[in-house]
């Protein structure tokens, strides 16, 4: 049995989910046993050409140029997984929809009319069908070599959709929310990263975006509760997800 | 073996206690000070209880403060539970090797410790006689369980205070101690005292019992400490009533209530890991990616993800106002024609540790209130 060949695309983005991968350091050598890396320019020079078994993309959508390289992508891979809030939100370059980009490029760039950009950044799954979506900013690493796995066993990746406070229950977390009034973003954001920072006395930022039963504006009217305002849940909703529908939606209702 | 039934011990005797359960080979667990919370973990002297605090709990509330005195028991139940080393939030129930091709399943070795718990309460005594009947009485026993229940050693307290939350009066739970422990005390502290009357429950109980130093409990001991359980009582924070509760919910299946708690639930399962009596759980196999080692681990899962009630990759529970009214409906109804008892035993933990306060007293009394409780 051939191994499966992967390819790895970089769209507008930090490159910080891609290093995710090279980060496997134990498992990397399980998983080039496992699977050809066709096409990985962040890892090595040499390239296969396609069609590829599975890409993985990363970064959003946000010029003419890659609104058309994904279609191509698309069609050259057999299964799309998107990587990464970028990828799979917009991520924090989506805070663009929400302003005139032309204010941006004057402000930024010594030469505006060099650029060919969209106005607006976007997910993947806005452009092209996706087969799989992993979430996070960045994702974690235990995730992606499941998800890896999981490609590779031909089976479903142990992805839950549930809340963060699943985690930080799992691991004894004792909740910041309840014991210190932080305000957590947890309740109504995706796990995946292990509830990170309520165990250092955080509350969640969301960068694993909407949980899969999310009722923002239920943990909004408690933040409000606890004295935070509404342009402070403007902000905390529009960071690495603000382009995620429900956080969206949210953030729309309290800006004024 | 020598066995006292009763003692008095003097605080500063206090810690020879742990002395003598660690001695025997114990792995003893006690209520500690982390952080904002007061947690169960591992203790090895009295010091590493939260001496002088107490909590302050609300719905969607806790807050830790000093007491005035310098108590060990003053305080009530916090964020963990004791479930967490029963029933542990994951544990792997088999791996499986390909050796050319066979698969060899082998479970974990059974583990080779006893737990000693020290500062469990009647509601949380009464909530491992919930989860024995769920583990171990319905003719099919849960090894994971078993293990780690085999050998355990408990020493309750009754409360002396009453949490903003609890209402095990209501539940008949508590707050006094009524069966399960090795041994039992109270805390009797005032200006010219500070000792704690024991009881011991079992021969276990009484051996170690008579190796503490202390004299003999007297009648007025005794009514020392059913007036500080009655003060107690006398104090809860919330109340349920329990009468025709199973009929009243099973009635009011279309209450417009379920839809209104749904406005305000997040989904975010936090009541039901912090219940000392939930117990569900899911299964996730995983396997190296060269397929030689798999392995298949239970985790603690919740009536309010989606992927519980998930059938040929749908949720039959798809709605806020179903995951909730399941939760509440088996914990005081459905568990009744399971298990023969509610399945709450008061603790408050889910008020408390709701992120948004949601309460189920106040939810079980609103959507009741079509079919009052004839009196
Ligand atoms: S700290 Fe945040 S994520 Fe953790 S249980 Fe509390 S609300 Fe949920
Ligand atoms: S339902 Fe709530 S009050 Fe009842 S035992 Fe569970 S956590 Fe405690
Ligand atoms: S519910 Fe009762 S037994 Fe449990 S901690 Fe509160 S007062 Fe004590
Ligand atoms: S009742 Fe509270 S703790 Fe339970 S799922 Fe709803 S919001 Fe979360």
Redesign the interface.
């Known amino acids: 049995m051939s191994k499966p060949k992967l390819a790895v695309w970089k769209f507008a983005s930090c490159d910080g989910c891609q290093l995710s991968l090279l980060d496997c350091e134990d498992?990397l050598l399980?998983?080039v046993?496992?699977i050809d890396i066709a096409y990985f320019p962040e890892a090595t020079r040499a390239e296969l050409p396609g069609p590829y078994d599975v890409s993985l993309v990363e970064g959003s959508v946000t010029t003419p140029h890659d609104a058309a390289r994904i279609q191509e992508i698309r069609k050259l891979s057999g299964t799309l997984i998107t990587i990464g809030a970028c990828a799979t939100a917009g991520g924090i370059q989506a805070l663009r929809n929400w302003a005139d980009v032309d204010d941006f490029l004057s402000i930024v760039y010594a030469h505006p009319e060099y650029l060919d950009t969209l106005e607006t950044s976007t997910p993947i799954a806005d452009h092209v069908p996706v087969d799989f979506e992993l979430r996070g900013c960045p994702i974690s690493k235990v995730q992606l070599?499941?998800v890896?796995?999981a490609f590779?066993?031909k089976?479903k990746p142990?992805v839950?959709?549930?809340?963060v406070?699943?985690e930080c229950?799992?691991?004894?977390t004792?909740?910041?929310?309840?014991?210190?009034?932080i305000p957590?973003l947890?309740?109504?954001t995706q796990a995946g990263c292990g509830a990170i920072c309520p165990a250092f006395?955080r509350g969640c930022y969301g960068c694993f975006g909407p949980?899969?039963?999310?009722?923002v504006i239920?943990?909004g009217?408690?933040w409000k509760s606890l004295g935070i305002e509404d342009d402070d849940l403007v902000r905390a909703l529009r960071t690495f997800n603000s382009y995620a529908p429900e956080f969206k939606e949210a953030s729309a209702t309290y800006e004024r | 073996m020598t066995t006292s039934q009763t003692k008095v011990v003097e605080r500063v005797d206090l810690g020879i206690l742990i002395d003598l359960l660690a001695d025997s080979g114990y792995d003893v667990i006690g209520p500690t000070k982390q952080d904002q919370t007061i947690v169960y973990r591992p203790i090895s002297a009295i010091d590493d209880l939260p001496i002088g605090w107490t909590d302050v709990q609300d719905g969607g509330s806790y807050r830790l403060v000093r007491r005035d005195d310098s108590a060990l028991f003053g305080y009530v139940v916090g964020p963990h539970s004791w479930k967490s080393y029963l029933f542990p939030p994951r544990s792997v129930l088999l791996t499986i090797e390909n050796v050319d091709g066979e698969l060899i399943f082998t479970p974990p070795d059974a583990p080779d410790r006893r737990y000693a718990f020290i500062g469990i309460r009647a509601c949380e005594l009464a909530a491992i006689a919930i989860q024995d009947r769920v583990f171990l009485g319905s003719g099919q026993v849960d090894t994971t369980y078993a293990n780690n229940r085999a050998g355990l050693f408990t020493v309750g307290v009754n409360c002396a205070v009453a949490g903003g939350t609890c209402f095990c009066a209501s539940m008949k739970t508590g707050p006094r101690c009524l069966a399960g422990y090795d041994l039992v005390l109270t805390e009797v502290l005032d200006e010219s005292t500070h000792h704690f009357v024991f009881e011991a429950g079992s021969d276990a109980g009484g051996e170690v019992l008579h190796q503490l130093p202390g004299r003999d409990a007297t009648e007025a001991d005794f009514a020392r400490v059913a007036a500080i359980v009655d003060d107690t009582a006398a104090h809860m924070g919330r109340s349920m009533d329990t009468r025709r509760v199973r009929e009243d919910i099973y009635t009011n299946r279309d209450s417009a209530h379920w839809d209104r708690v749904a406005e305000r639930c997040l989904s975010c399962a936090n009541c039901t890991l912090v219940c000392p009596t939930c117990f569900c759980s899911t299964t996730e196999d995983t396997a190296s990616l060269d397929a030689a080692l798999g392995q298949r681990e239970r985790r603690w899962d919740s009536c309010f993800t989606l992927d519980f009630s998930g059938l040929h990759g749908h949720p039959v529970r798809e709605t806020p106002t179903a995951r909730y009214r399941q939760w509440l409906t088996h914990k005081l109804a459905t568990w009744q024609d399971q298990f023969d008892s509610i399945g709450c035993v008061g603790c408050g933990r889910c008020i408390t540790w709701c992120p948004v306060g949601i309460d189920i007293t106040h939810e079980v009394a609103a959507i009741r209130t079509r079919s009052e409780v004839p009196a």
């Open positions: 498992e399980d998983i046993g496992a070599i499941e890896i796995s590779v066993q089976r142990n839950p959709g549930h809340s406070c699943v229950k799992l691991r004894g004792s909740c910041v929310m309840v014991a210190s009034a957590c947890g309740p109504v006395d949980a899969e039963s999310p009722n239920a943990l009217d408690w």
